[in-house]
């Protein structure tokens, strides 16, 4: 086993928060919503170069990764450094990229979700090569893009093109305290009946794809009711999130209308089991609807098309997994108390980490779940120092495990 100093690990993390504080605002005053990530990248890059990183690279993607060590064991960090838009300004009591600090907060768009984490993942390195934390192991700490349009779409690239297959991986996104170890899937569906169009004055003449819609919304509420439901993950769940169609004019019969479902998938459901719920509906057949996935293929900000389907995976590890164990017992060691162990709400990177590639993926990061895509969003500096710390300490604690 490793022999660490936690008490001076903690010291060196409390040392840095002025640092991880500046980097955070800094990062939080460059907008960098999804796909437009270029400066926040760069921002990144000269952080880790500054700190000590061993070698920093910008994939073909634009993900920003920053190496430690050169050991045969690789072990990754992650965080999404896109952010999304802010919404109605309005609904700001300050700027929301000029940021605001007081003496335990920071503010500003990607504070919680989730620039914080990439703040305590850097400063974890500095506190690694500064204390010489390293063995045989590689750290790489990733800086990802697209996350908010197409959550795993980085990780798909990274694992397929890039060759970068870690042991396991710590997402930073915000953990409210706790270690996560799992969340529900995700998917986007599409369901479109199609009819025959005629002049509005007399619609006998036509087929109306709207109303061939009708029941079909009727039937997917009453699904949602009858979803599976996972003791620790929570219910399935799906809601109607938008509705289009086509028509000649407004005096006219629609002949086409589709909408968008958000489908939620707990454990023990798939892409095609969700599909094909909604396919067996009865107003679905009737219609003859179609019932597809949507795909997506918008550019990174380098110009990259990676297209993927619309599908998130659902992901847990248990919670005697040496990686969730390894967590836990760096929380304990570093910060002096028993952690509480939960999940996200909401989707991450995991669901290609762990999702599609099989790959352990923890959760451990500064920040509150219920401040992402907030107006006046916040992360407390004591949550960047204690991250930092036990960051830093996991490494090690794992390889001696």
């Not at 918008?298 to 998130?312: A, D, H, I, N």
Request: glycine share 10%; with cysteine; charged share 25%.
């Amino acid at each position: 086993m490793y022999s660490m100093d936690f008490k001076k690990i903690n010291e060196l993390a409390e040392k840095y928060e002025p640092d991880m504080t500046r980097f955070l605002r800094d990062m939080i005053a460059v907008p960098s919503e999804s796909c437009d990530e270029r400066a926040v990248v760069l921002r990144v890059e000269e952080e880790m170069k500054k700190t000590g990183f061993d070698r920093t690279e910008i994939d073909p993607m634009g993900n920003v990764i920053g190496y430690i060590g050169n050991g045969g064991r690789v072990i990754a960090m992650d965080a999404h450094i896109d952010t999304v838009g802010v919404g109605n300004r309005a609904n700001w009591k300050f700027d929301p990229y000029k940021g605001m600090e007081d003496g335990e907060t920071i503010g500003g768009r990607g504070a919680s979700d989730q620039e914080g984490g990439m703040a305590s993942m850097v400063y974890a390195g500095k506190i690694i090569k500064e204390l010489g934390l390293t063995g045989d192991y590689t750290l790489a700490v990733v800086g990802s893009v697209q996350e908010e349009d197409c959550d795993g779409l980085c990780w798909q690239y990274i694992i397929k093109e890039g060759g970068l297959k870690p042991e396991f991986v710590v997402s930073t996104e915000p953990t409210d305290g706790r270690i996560h170890r799992g969340q529900r899937g995700r998917m986007e569906i599409r369901v479109k009946t199609t009819g025959v169009s005629c002049h509005g004055s007399a619609p006998e003449r036509g087929d109306n794809a709207i109303y061939k819609m009708a029941p079909i919304l009727l039937e997917l509420r009453a699904l949602h009711e009858n979803l599976k439901s996972d003791p620790f993950l929570g219910k399935g769940s799906l809601t109607v999130s938008e509705i289009f169609h086509t028509s000649p004019s407004r005096c006219a019969v629609a002949d086409s209308c589709w909408i968008s479902v958000d489908r939620r998938l707990t454990r023990g459901e798939d892409g095609e089991y969700a599909l094909n719920q909604i396919r067996a509906l009865p107003s679905v057949k009737e219609a003859r609807a179609e019932v597809t996935m949507y795909t997506y293929e918008r550019p990174s900000y380098t110009g990259l098309v990676y297209p993927t389907e619309c599908y998130f995976p659902t992901w847990v590890i248990e919670e005697d997994h040496p990686v969730a164990l390894a967590m836990a017992d760096a929380f304990k060691k570093v910060l002096g108390r028993e952690p509480v162990v939960d999940k996200w709400t909401f989707s991450t990177n995991g669901v290609s980490i762990t999702g599609r590639f099989g790959i352990p993926c923890i959760g451990y990061g500064p920040g509150k779940e219920a401040q992402a895509h907030a107006p006046n969003e916040i992360t407390w500096k004591k949550d960047l120092v204690e991250c930092a710390a036990v960051y830093a300490a996991l490494p090690l604690i794992y390889l001696g495990k």
